[in-house]
């Protein structure tokens, strides 16, 4: 039961659907999420910590930028059976839609300059 409540936890907030509906499009760094979501980094940390340990996301080192995408791959049932109706689901949301032209536009080479 401990991996079900995780797992809905993690789906509870709209940040991280956002989040969620917004890697449908393509992978991200905390930058670019940032940007788009208008949020504190830390905060996009959080977010992006808690959709992890749920098994949603994963992420890996691209240079100096962490790269997070959907975990289509995993074997972990709940997450397995989950993102694909969360693929389907929100389409008409303007949010949704509005975020999903951002990811399409947004270039870490000038929002993530060190």
């Known amino acids: 039961m401990r991996t079900l409540i995780k797992t809905f936890k993690a789906l509870s907030d709209p940040n991280r659907i956002r989040i969620l509906k917004m890697l449908q499009v393509r992978s991200l760094c905390v930058c670019e999420i940032r940007e788009i979501l208008l949020l504190a980094n830390s ?67 000038i929002i993530c300059r060190a």
């Open 43 to 109: 905060t996009v940390s959080k977010h992006l910590t808690l959709l992890r340990d749920a098994e949603l996301i994963l992420d890996y080192k691209d240079g100096k930028w962490v790269n997070y995408y959907l975990n289509t791959s995993t074997t972990e049932k709940y997450v397995s059976q989950l993102l694909p109706f969360i693929a389907n689901w929100l389409p008409d949301d303007k949010t949704v839609q509005s975020d999903a032209q951002k990811v399409k536009d947004v270039n870490r080479d």
